[in-house]
Each structure stands twice: as C-alpha cells, then as structure tokens.
C-alpha cells in the first residue's frame, strides 16, 4: 500500500465533467489499495473571478479579506470532489488548509509554509477516506487564513507529499509533461523522461510555465520527487528529482523562448559610481523586475559614458518609462531606446557544466540562421540571448534541432 498525493489544477477541475474525471482517476488509485491524498486548485478561472469582483470594489483591498475570498475557490472544489467520489461509493472527506494542519506566517497573499502538523489527514485516511485538501492556503498561528501566492495550490502538494513522507507526488495538469521545448512553435519537440530540479527551475521561469517556481524550489530542497502528468490521458509525465550523472551525460535539456520581455537601453549614462544602483533600485521601489542587464565599456574620454542595457516584463514598461522619465533630471544620460519586439532564447543543461563549447555553437547556428544577437547573458547551466521577435521563433527551432533532434 503506497501514500500517494495527486495534485490536479485549475484546467482540470474546469466543470463538473472534469471534476467527475479527476474522481475517476483518484478511484483508480483507491481501489488498488493505495492511500490518497488529493490537492485541489479552484476551477479555471475562478481566483482571476474574484480578485475582479473585489477590485470593483475597491481598487486595492485589504490582504487579509482577499485571503479570506481567494481562499473559497479551492473551498469549493475539494467538496465537490468529495461529492463526486461518493457518488460513486468511494468514501471521501474534505480539509480546508487550516483544517489539514497547514501553518503559515502572517504574510497574507504570499504566505510561507511554516509547519504540517497532518494529524487529520492520517485519521482521515486510517478510516479508509480519499483525503482532499484544499490547495494553496493555510492559517497563521492565531488562526487567519492565509494564502501562497499565486499558483500555490503546487507548493501545497509538494509540502504535504514531504510531511507526509509520501511515497509518490504527482502533479495533473492539461499538458502531458515537461517538453525539450513548447510544442507549438518547435514541431520536433519531446517530452523528457526526467529533468533536474535545477533546469526545471530555468525553464519555469523560462515560460515553459508548466509550475510555481517556489514549489519546485521547495522540493528540491527537501528531495521531494514527483511527476508532472496530464489529467486528459494515461501517458506517464515527466519525473521532476535531483540530478544524476546519467542527466549530465546530456548537455542539453531544453530550449525555451521568452517573448512578454521587452528592451530597454539607457544610451550616454554617465561612467561614474553610483549610476546603476540609482537606475536599478527605482525600478526595484517600483516593483519592476529586471531580468538581463549588459553595460558596455565606457566611451569618451573627457566625460566617459556608457550604454546600459536590460530587459523587464513587456507588461511593466509604461511603468518602467514613467521611473525613467523621472531618473533624467537626476542622471545625465543622453537616450532612452525601447524595443518590445525581442525574444529571449535561452538553453538550459545540467551537462553544461562538464562540456565546453555550447556557447560557440549556440552562436554558430544562430548566425546560420542570420539571426542577430542583442544581448547575451549566462549562468552554470544556461546561455540567454535576447533577438529580434521577427526570427525568434525561427531561432527556436534552429537552435533546438542543432542540439536536441
Ligand atoms: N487558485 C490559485 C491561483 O489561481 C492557486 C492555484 O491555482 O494553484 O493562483
Ligand atoms: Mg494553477
């Protein structure tokens, strides 16, 4: 008898159909014996739902009553997955966050796990209950419910399937795994057998969305393995653990493509201390995430000057202009160019580590394909360049076939 926890998401508790699906599937894994443990989403589209409501409201409510009405989404959900496994005989109960023994500090709409005390979900299912927990919420200490952030109902999953020392964690969603690339713009793309934390991590963050970043994070640090798999069919996923030396043997796991970042380059900022840290702390006090950032050497000698160049989310620019807009009085520099019509490109490999020359061939098909590079930057296990939109999907293709075909 194994202890399974199976997390299903917004897509796949989409309607009762789905609901009734997801209840087919769990029944599977009860009848053969196994203990399971169930992890809900709200139904698609209900979380954006309610944080609309509010805002018409009130353009920015209180933290604490949104927690209060995110955290109904999920409510709904685990009872009518309850609902639907006994209709069908299998005998179910369900547990809001607090009630499962979910501890969060008091950080409402961005919680931390805290501590899991399951001692519920252990009676619950030692009485022979499907068990279905609500995703993506908690309680503090003194009893306020609090939620994870966004995507959360992962890191709720992944949690529990280490407090309760489970034996397999599997998380449902609409696509069938982790793929060396989005299907949709590269025809030849696979789906990977297993992927490491690590590149996982670079490629959620990548845009191969398939997860919340915290939870993966979550699960590498406390050697949490599970399997990314589709709700719609049988095929096995993709299996998500630490690296082995057999991963390393590939260099390359996948090439992903970024296309909501947008340039910005500051042209004849002043070579001085002081410049960038003024430019990068206004953009962070607005909230403004920057990704890549490339200086150039200085140039000038009587008033030596450089260009700094850096791409954010295409959605913060008018707010990124406004930050701008008001450095000019404070710095000096000469020009501000924006482009929003850029991608970025990026290969990602564990196996990096150990060959050289990925860079020269990545750079080598690239200028195959009379693509120009904007910007480069790279990490241990990961080469970006930023290109112009008009190829970038063209690149995609080029560079995946060059590395994973
Ligand atoms: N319902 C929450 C959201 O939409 C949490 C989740 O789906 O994981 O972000
Ligand atoms: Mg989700």
């Keep these: 008898m194994a202890l399974i926890v199976q997390k299903f998401g917004g897509s796949s508790v989409a309607d009762i ?65 309850a609902i639907a496994l006994q209709s069908m005989d299998i005998p179910a109960a369900s ?28 009676a619950l299912l030692d009485a022979g209950n499907v068990t279905i927990v609500a995703g993506f919420q908690g309680e503090t200490s003194e009893g306020h419910i609090t939620t994870l952030g966004r995507g959360g109902s992962d890191l709720t999953a992944i949690a529990l399937a280490s407090a309760l020392k489970a034996d397999l964690c599997q998380i449902y969603t609409d696509v069938d795994g982790v793929y060396t690339s989005d299907p949709r713009i590269v025809p030849t793309a696979k789906k990977l057998e297993e992927v490491s934390y ?36 049988d095929n096995p996923g993709t299996l998500v653990k630490e690296e082995t030396q057999s991963m ?15 340039k910005i380059t ?22 403004i995430n920057v990704d890549m950032i ?11 000057a450089t260009d700094l160049s850096f791409t954010i989310d295409k959605p913060d620019m008018a707010r990124a202009q406004t930050v701008i807009d008001g450095l000019r009085d404070n710095i000096n520099f000469v020009d501000v160019l924006a482009d929003e019509n850029i991608g ?52 995609t293709r080029a560079v995946h076939d060059a590395f994973l075909d």
């Design 266 to 287: 500051l042209v004849g900022v002043p070579d001085e201390p002081g410049m960038a840290a003024r430019v990068f702390q206004q953009l962070a006090d607005s909230t």
């Design 198 to 233: 690590d590149e996982m991590l670079e490629l959620a963050s990548l845009g191969a969305k398939v997860m919340q970043s915290r939870s993966v994070e979550f699960a590498k640090k406390f050697g949490v393995i599970f399997e990314v798999r589709s709700s719609l069919n």
């Design 17 to 81: 159909d789905r609901i009734r699906n997801v209840a087919n599937r769990v029944a599977e894994y009860r009848r053969r014996g196994d203990q399971v443990v169930v992890v809900v989403s709200a139904m698609k589209g209900v979380t954006d739902n309610l944080i609309e409501m509010a805002k018409s409201l009130m353009p920015v409510p209180s933290e604490r009553e949104m927690d209060m009405l995110l955290s109904t989404g999920e409510q709904t959900t685990i009872a009518l997955l």
């Design 248 to 262: 390393e043997g590939v260099v390359i796991r996948g090439v992903s493509l970024d296309k909501n970042q947008a």
């Design 95 to 122: 547990l809001t966050g607090a009630q499962a023994g979910i501890v969060t500090d008091g950080v409402h709409s961005k919680a931390k796990i805290r501590n899991i005390t399951p001692r519920k979900i252990h």
């Design 344 to 395: 970025k490109l990026s290969i990602v490999g564990v196996g990096m580590r150990s060959h050289s020359g990925i860079a020269a061939k990545v750079f080598e098909v690239l200028a195959g394909a009379g693509v120009n590079i904007q910007m480069i930057s790279t990490s241990e296990i990961k080469i970006s360049v930023v290109i112009g939109i008009e190829k970038a999907e063209e690149a």
């Design 294 to 304: 490339v200086q150039n050497v200085s140039h000038g000698s009587d008033t030596p």
